[in-house]
């Protein structure tokens, strides 16, 4: 677990020094500041590790065998501590009072700093608990597949994708949504390898339009 307490620092300090100064900016500026900050830590990391990929020694070796089926200790770990921290993040996010904080900015920034909610708090503690995350799962993950020093983006689109398609306000929904992907994406594999990540992106388009059909739409004031 040291890597967990090396990579945790990263994000907030990410935070403070590019996101928290334009905090109040259009989500369009932060969403071209979140693109160069990507762009430049994967400069960084292909610069400091290269472009080869690494396997880390996994936690368990053992194997069971399910029928004709064998299945991996380190498989079953990273489902168990899927579901572990799923229930802990919707604890988190339903029982306690950073939670709620948490939910409340994302909602509406303005609303929570009304009530004495601190939005530069929050954020830095939405970016320690994500690096945490990424941190957890990357060890877990790791002795499974082949990570480059970019494959964070890609699994982090997909999340992405799993978060719109369960709501974005929503953690049940967004963890079924994220599920729902994983399981398009393995059965994508078998059909064309080359095109899972096509297929699982063009969901997109279909739920975008199913909910910009059923929401309801309010015209926006122009501020003079």
Known sequence: MPDVGIIMPISPLLYRIAFRPLADASVLVLLIIAVAVHFAMSGLALLYFGPE???????????FELG??????????IVAGSAIFSLLLFLFFERTFTGKAL?????????????????????????????ALAGI????????????????????????????????????GAALGA????????????????????????????????????????EEEVEE
Do not use: C
């Open 179 to 218: 599920f729902g992907v994983g399981i398009l994406e393995s059965f994508a594999s078998f059909q064309s390898s080359t095109l899972k990540d096509v297929i699982v992106f063009s969901l997109l388009i279909p739920v975008l339009l199913w909910r910009s059909f059923v929401s309801q739409h309010s």
């Open 137 to 172: 799962s990357g060890i877990l993950i790791g002795p499974v597949t082949t990570l480059y020093y970019d494959s964070g983006f890609l699994i982090g689109l997909k999340a992405f994708v799993g978060a719109i398609v369960g709501g974005m306000t929503s953690y049940p």
């Open 53 to 63: 990929g690494f396997r880390s020694e996994p936690i368990t070796r053992a194997l």
């Open 68 to 77: 004709p089926i064998t299945i991996s200790g380190q498989s079953i770990l």
């Open 103 to 131: 939910r409340a900015t994302a909602v509406n920034r303005i609303g929570a700093r009304l009530v004495g909610i601190l939005p530069s708090t929050t954020g830095a503690t939405a970016f320690l608990l994500a690096s």
